[in-house]
């Protein structure tokens, strides 16, 4: 049983297309994220939604759009590929706690090459 | 911009040697902060979520030790093994759920 799951996990296309990454978890939480690993093996949120309302949106081209169907899926669609979005995309999610102590549950990653 | 600091860079230990990790961040905002375990080609998997000061969290062999007052976290594990080897990463949470990521720490344990 996956826990977040992420498909494609490789996606090779060329500059100029549009592509969309899936997401979706079966924990029943109640936000999901995107982050993007840079070149430097940096971890960086791009997105986070909690029951499909965008609440983080971090400085992120305009050509990538998350969309979040249910609270159980989270796709991130990206418009015009550029030879810098190669990278991996790794989907998260929590159950977000008054408390603060809560995990977020990555997926495998998607790794994506533009040519 | 935040910032979250981890060191060493990288760690060479041998089996059953004892190690720890540092993670610094900064002192103002604090929510919360993670340690996670990432094996090469595979997703990051959490150890700890600590959220008060003088948190002390222990799974197994390894422990983590939380200072939100002078901004750091220290992770130990004790009697490393080959299994061990991982980049050990930590992050920051300010405001809802954003997790702000260090460069981790490689750590390879020779049998």
């Known amino acids: 049983d996956t826990a977040v799951s992420q498909t494609p996990k490789y996606l090779v296309t060329q500059m100029g297309n549009d592509k969309s990454i899936k997401c979706e978890q079966n924990l029943g939480h109640d936000t999901m994220y995107w982050y993007k690993q840079d070149s430097k093996k940096f971890l960086k949120i791009m997105f986070s939604y909690n029951n499909k309302e965008l609440i983080i ?31 991996v995309y790794f989907c998260a999610s929590s159950q977000v706690r008054l408390t603060g102590a809560y995990e977020q549950y990555f997926g495998p990653g998607t790794r994506l090459t533009v040519t | 911009i935040l ?8 760690l060479h230990v041998q089996e059953g040697d004892s190690t720890n990790f540092t993670c610094s961040f900064p002192s103002s905002n604090f929510y919360a902060l993670h340690w996670y375990r990432w094996e090469t080609a595979k997703s990051p998997e959490a150890l700890f979520v600590m959220t008060l000061n003088g948190d002390e969290k222990k799974k197994g062999r390894i ?22 080897s991982a980049t050990y990463l930590c992050a920051f949470r300010t405001s809802y759920g954003k997790l702000t990521f260090g460069q981790g720490t490689i750590l390879t344990v020779h049998p």
């Open chain 2, 3 to 10: 910032n979250v600091e981890q060191s060493p860079q990288s």
């Open chain 2, 63 to 84: 422990s983590a030790t939380l200072n939100t007052k002078e901004g750091y976290s220290y992770l130990y594990i004790k009697g490393s093994q080959p299994e061990d």
């Open chain 1, 57 to 87: 949106n971090e400085t992120v081209p305009n050509r990538f759009s998350p969309k979040s169907p249910d609270k159980a899926h989270l796709n991130l669609h990206i418009n015009s590929l550029e030879l810098g979005d190669s990278a």
